[in-house]
């Protein structure tokens, strides 16, 4: 009889253990859950440089001795003014892949693509904190790559790049913010899709954009799909039902989370944005 009690308080021990330690795992590895870096050779970011004569590979020196990789899109037409445009991207997007898009669609802006930590040939490896601190760096650093300064500078991030444009809104200036795909907070997003989960316990990654809406300083461009599984649009009105700045807001019927960029209103938007900057 002791020996069948045991085999009964054994299996629920053994259980235990098994979802203590699937626990640990998903703490301790939960980047590779969240961020899927695609990186490009030498060889290929001197085809896309050459490939695209508004191109010209930019890399920046990070904390850690790490460098960060990207190119810097001239204007095509001159306007007088030196004007910025600042992409940060969602977690599966190498940055060269905006180059053709940006390039035909952006002609008298500049834009910085510069690949987060892991993506591209950035080195090192993502975490929210040295991405925020990237990011940061990044803004002051480039202020004075143009002569004169700069007259007007636009932070954009998608998806989980939204989360970091906000963060640099809010600690420097911005003549404007576009919001593609926002959420409130990825422990928000994380715990809808794993609600079987104690999300708010094993979420080491923030991204609490909610948070900081209000200490951004111009005005807000936010794209949305109303097909968007990723991040409902539910997300999107918790992260703005609070926002008190000035707000246009462009819900594109049809897409979802992934396809916006395919849609015409999302470059019309954009650029009718970046026309008042």
Do not use: C
Request: hydrophobic letters at 40%; zero cysteines; glycine letters at 8%.
């Amino acid at each position: 009889m002791t020996v069948v009690m045991n085999k009964w308080l054994l299996a629920p021990l053994i259980l235990l253990a098994i979802i203590g330690l699937l626990f640990i795992l998903l703490y301790f590895f939960q980047a590779r859950l969240i961020f899927f870096p695609q990186s490009i050779t030498q060889h290929e970011a001197e085809q896309i440089t050459g490939q695209y004569e508004r191109a010209e590979e930019i890399s920046f020196h990070a904390d850690g001795g790490n460098q960060l990789h990207g190119w810097l899109l001239h204007p095509e037409q001159e306007t007088g003014k030196n004007r910025l445009l600042i992409y940060y991207g969602g977690n599966a997007e190498e940055l060269s892949a905006q180059i053709p898009m940006m390039t035909e669609r952006l002609d008298d802006w500049s834009v910085l693509l510069v690949n987060y930590r892991g993506y591209g040939k950035s080195e090192g490896r993502p975490e929210e904190e040295n991405l925020y601190n990237d990011a940061l760096l990044i803004y002051d650093v480039i202020q004075d790559e143009f002569d004169n300064g700069l007259d007007s500078t636009v932070l954009m991030g998608r998806s989980i790049g939204t989360g970091i444009a906000t963060k640099v809104a809010a600690e420097r200036h911005a003549d404007g913010l576009v919001l593609v795909s926002p959420f409130d907070s990825l422990e928000e997003v994380a715990s809808r899709h794993y609600s079987f989960l104690p999300v708010s316990l094993l979420l080491r990654f923030s991204f609490d954009s909610v948070s900081r809406i209000n200490e951004i300083s111009g005005p807000l461009l936010v794209i949305t799909g109303d097909e968007d599984e990723i991040v409902p649009e539910s997300h999107t009105e918790a992260l703005l039902k609070d926002y008190t700045g000035s707000l246009q807001y462009e819900q594109l019927q049809g897409r979802g989370h992934n396809d916006l960029h395919l849609d015409p209103q999302f470059w019309k938007a954009l650029r009718e944005f970046l026309r008042s900057k």
